[in-house]
């Protein structure tokens, strides 16, 4: 501590410094501060004594600068400080208020340049106040701390006294315009100025939370991302509103940054944020993508921008120690790059009236925005008081501005919500009305389908009577009695009665395949064949016809051999539908012609053109416009037909994935030509269809096998269930002759004489009342007592669907109607010999060893062998007791019995017990009487002679030879 001009100062250089200034009047140039107001503030500007020192410079050499001593002009008002200095200032104050408005305490702000200040207030040579402030400042070591961002100090000065005021200040930030204008006024007008200005803060922090919740509210509400683009905007800009008006270092530097207060000037960084959502939200609100494409990828560019500068702002910042003199410049030339963008956007949008009516909330908002930016850098580049207020009332505008904008958007979505799910709505009802009348159509093809089906299965019964009685008539034995001219007469009227039963029945195959063609369901059933051979005999078969009408038939074929997969039955339906056509439209004396050749260049490779021509009466180019038409028919009252020949033709040359075409003229004949691929369709299915049958013990017999003597010594039993009483009167006059014979009219009558009778085997309708035939044969096949009973399945149902389902229920046999008397005859004889194979091949394996169970007669015969071999020593097993174990009648166990084994079920028991007795006499040492009680005999002397009998010989001779 030492005096030096008669102030006591506790740091001798500092105090020397003072005490010389003090000492040496005629440098002192400073003027007088007066204060004579509560309610002004006074800038000591022009007004205070400055004195500049370099840092850790010697006082005294500084001090004998000749111009370090002097006072600044009165218009130079803002003094411009530099960094790394020290910077002296003297006042002298004088505190004149008095009365009422007189004031004893009074405040001093200072600039944000200033990061370490310390004052001194001295009064007759002794400090008598003295403080620190300053930016950088710990907390705890500000004395007077109202608001933490800016930099304030506290002295009192009794009215009517003097005081002189030092100031010493150190400023380690450069910026683009460092400043320093500090004030004084009355702690009164500090307080109310500062509420003043809280309260606008609060007022501008307050609409913008409000503005920021409301419309995170609307996002939620409409979900358009240009809200939660504002909203978050608005998030930022208030952060930045708080950072900037002291909010953030009331609230953060206490808490947070209570020993290195600089680390808030982080926040300044808030910048970037505010200007990539203001773009996100302005792309989002404006629609730029689509309206002004070009310009959204300047506002991505600058969005991108945001990243570099962003980290280059951050590492000036601490590597200069927060010197603003590169980091203020990287910031505000990124915001001048947003500010002409927003310009150029305002006169863009109002140039071209783009955006609709949105585009005067788009030039307001954004042109309110850019200003008030743009005022904003405009100070922070000058030498002038950096106030926010401009900025702020600009952002209020813009605020107001675009909450109108985002109503009005929001009216505009939620409009264009109501007509989107009214158009849904309408979709909907469409989609529903689509749905129903595709259901509809549906439930009409569905309809359709089966009225086809059932009306085919109707032509089909009494087509099948007809046909089939026709040929039945044919094999009469009676008919040789007769002369040979009634014989002659006889047999063409049967030929008539079937050609005529055949034609109808071509026409429902035709009406039949119609109607899948119509449902989608007709496919190709392809096998290998020669088209050549194949085409030679179809128009072969037209030959008698051909000269009953007095025409010539022609065939030619550019190879000998032409050998593809194609569908059999369908293009012999082509060819024949061509043929009869020709040959019906041409007059005596013509030709027609059927040709095989290989595809034109024009045409697709890899295929054969088919042509049928004739010199007929031809077709006019208005009929050939319509000739593939549906119903279509020649005004011709002659020549009449159905109208879907050519149509059906049509369809199945393009289902085998050709193509059809006619060429005619009036009186000049008629040319047909079908292209069809020699690959295969996508769609066709092959012809060997993998059906699923029975397994059985043996191996399958040929078709025509002869019958076995047991069928001919033993006249099996049928069971008839037809549901037309014609068909079932043609089959038991058919069948009667060879087999015993049970009719039923329906499903359910035929279960039930199924599991009375047990016959050997059963020939069933599908379509019948009460239980159709697949289900009929399904409750067959898995019940225990009717499982081994062969099925043959008679049906009008033509389709592959209908016969893989019935042999997948288990039918042994699909016969379609109508039949040929043949066909059926041989499966009824092969079916019941294989029957017959089988149970010779039960009787030949020894009876205790069966195979491996695998069918169901097997794993039955296995249940029953096991059984008897468990009751063996029983000499009471009978039928009963197998009747009780299988849950069965004593008549359905012999006649399953029978028809599994060919056995009785006495006789089944009794080879059981030789087969044992025959295993202990040659592995036991047991007695022939001892063997006789093992094996169910009571009677020692009845064993031996049933063992005789059986083996010829006695127990003990078969013990002595064959053992």
């Known amino acids: 501590m030492g005096m030096l001009g008669g102030i006591q100062v506790g740091v001798d250089w500092r105090w020397v410094l003072l005490g010389l200034w003090g000492s040496l009047p005629m440098l002192t140039q400073a003027q007088d501060m007066m204060l004579t107001s509560t309610t002004a503030s006074y800038s000591l500007d022009g007004v205070y004594a400055y004195l500049l020192l370099p840092l850790n410079e010697n006082v005294t050499q500084a001090w004998l600068d000749p111009w370090a001593n002097q006072r600044l002009p009165a218009q130079s008002r803002d003094l411009l400080l530099a960094a790394d200095q020290d910077h002296w200032f003297r006042v002298t104050l004088h505190n004149h208020t008095q009365g009422p408005q007189a004031t004893s305490e009074w405040v001093i702000r200072f600039s944000l340049i200033a990061t370490s200040i310390k004052y001194y207030l001295v009064q007759n040579g002794v400090v008598v106040h003295q403080g620190r402030s300053g930016g950088f400042t710990a907390y705890d070591q500000r004395t007077f701390r109202p608001g933490l961002r800016n930099s304030y100090g506290r002295f009192t000065l009794m009215p009517q006294q003097s ?46 939370l409000l503005m920021m919740l409301y419309n995170f509210f609307l996002y939620w509400q409409v979900k358009d991302s240009a809200f939660i683009y504002y909203s978050f905007f608005l998030l930022c800009l208030g952060g930045f ?61 600058i969005m991108w921008l945001a990243v570099p500068t962003f980290l280059a702002d951050l590492l000036l910042m601490y590597f200069t120690n927060y010197n603003y003199t590169w980091p203020d410049r990287v910031t505000v030339g990124y915001t001048w790059l947003f500010i002409i963008y927003l310009f150029a956007i305002c006169g863009k949008v109002a140039w071209t009236k783009a955006g609709g009516r949105k585009r005067f909330f788009i030039i307001g908002g954004v042109f309110a925005m850019a200003t008030g930016v743009a005022i904003t850098a405009v100070q922070r580049m000058l030498s002038v ?64 389908d089966r009225f086809y089906t059932n009306l085919t299965h109707e032509f089909r019964t009494p087509l099948t009577v007809i046909l089939a009685l026709s040929e039945h008539l044919r094999h009469l034995s009676w008919l040789g009695y007769a002369s040979s001219r009634e014989q002659e007469k006889y047999l063409f009227q049967l030929g008539l009665i079937k050609r005529n039963g055949e034609q109808l029945l071509q026409h429902v195959n035709q009406l039949l395949d119609m109607s899948k063609s119509s449902a989608g ?5 392809l096998t290998p064949g020669n088209v ?48 009869v056509n020709a040959l019906k439209f041409t007059p005596p004396g ?12 024009d045409q697709p490779a890899s295929a054969i053109r088919i042509t049928v021509a004739d010199t007929g009466i031809g077709m006019t180019a208005s009929t050939q416009a319509h000739i593939f038409n549906p119903y279509f028919q020649v005004e ?19 289902l085998m994935g050709g193509s059809i075409s006619v060429q005619s003229a009036p009186e000049q004949g008629s040319t047909f030509w079908v292209i069809l691929p020699l690959r295969i369709p996508d769609q066709a299915t092959s012809s060997q269809l993998a059906v699923p049958r029975p397994t059985a013990a043996v191996p399958m017999l040929p078709m025509l096998a002869p019958a076995s003597e047991k069928i001919a010594d033993y006249q099996p039993l049928l069971l008839i269930l037809e549901d037309n009483a014609d068909v079932r009167y043609f089959l038991e006059q058919l069948l009667q002759p060879t087999y015993q014979i049970l009719t039923a009219r329906d499903g359910e009558a035929g279960w039930k004489l199924a599991q009375e009778k047990l016959p050997d085997l059963i020939i069933s309708d599908v379509l019948m009342p009460k239980l159709d035939g697949f289900a009929l044969t399904q409750r067959l096949k898995s019940n225990t007592a009717t499982s081994h009973i062969p099925i043959i399945l008679l049906t009008a149902k033509t389709n592959d669907t209908s016969k893989l389902e019935g042999l997948a229920k288990g039918a042994d046999a699909y016969i379609v109607k109508p039949f040929q008397r043949e066909e059926l005859l041989l499966q009824i004889q092969n079916l019941l010999h294989l029957r017959v194979a089988m149970q010779d091949f039960y009787q030949e394996k020894e009876p205790d060893k069966p195979s491996p169970a695998q069918t169901p007669e097997q794993q039955l015969l296995l249940k029953v062998t096991d059984f008897v071999q468990q009751q063996l020593a029983n000499e009471n097993l009978g039928v009963q007791d197998l009747a009780d174990f299988l849950h069965l009648s004593p008549s359905q166990v012999y006649r399953k019995l029978r028809a599994i084994s060919g056995m009785s079920p006495t006789r089944f028991i009794r080879q059981l017990r030789m087969s044992r007795a025959q295993a202990l006499l040659c592995n036991s040492s047991d007695s022939i009487a001892d063997i006789a009680y093992q094996v169910g005999f009571t009677d020692p002397n009845y064993f031996s002679r049933v063992f005789q009998k059986a083996f010829g010989q006695t127990p003990t001779q078969y013990r002595q030879g064959e053992c």
């Open 163 to 208: 005081a002189t005021l030092y100031l010493h200040m150190r400023s380690t930030r450069r910026g683009v315009n460092p400043i320093f204008n500090p004030y004084i006024l009355s702690s009164n007008e500090f307080y109310r100025e500062r509420g003043n200005v809280r309260l606008f803060n609060g007022i501008f922090l307050g609409i913008l």
């Open 521 to 525: 369901k007709l496919t190709l059933r």
């Open 385 to 448: 008081d950096y106030h926010a207020i401009p900025f702020r009332i600009t952002t209020m505008v813009e605020v107001v501005i675009f909450s109108l904008g985002l109503a009005y958007r929001q009216w505009e979505l939620l409009h264009e919500q109501q007509i989107n799910t009214v158009e849904l709505e309408r979709a909907r009802l469409r989609e529903q009305q689509r749905k129903k009348e595709a259901e509809d159509q549906a439930e009409l093809a569905q309809a359709k």
């Open 241 to 301: 509103a708080m950072y900037n008006s002291g909010y953030l270092a009331d609230l953060l530097i206490p808490r947070v940054f209570p020993h290195y207060p600089q680390g808030l000037l982080y926040f300044k960084l808030l910048v970037y944020p505010i200007v990539v959502s203001y773009l996100l939200f302005l792309s989002k609100f404006m629609d730029l993508p689509k309206l002004l494409p070009d310009w959204y990828r300047v506002a991505r560019w």
């Open 636 to 654: 011709n009252p002659s020549l009449s037909g159905t109208g879907i020949g050519l149509t059906f033709t049509k369809e199945l040359v393009e």
């Open 532 to 579: 050549v051979e194949f085409a030679r005999y179809t128009i072969a078969s037209f030959q008698s016809l051909a000269e009953e009408r007095q025409l010539q038939l022609q065939f030619q074929a550019d190879w000998p051999v032409k050998s593809f997969p194609f569908d059999h039955d369908k293009l012999r339906y082509i060819l024949n539908n061509l043929l």
């Open 590 to 601: 013509g030709t027609v012609s059927l040709s095989l050749s290989d595809a034109l260049d």
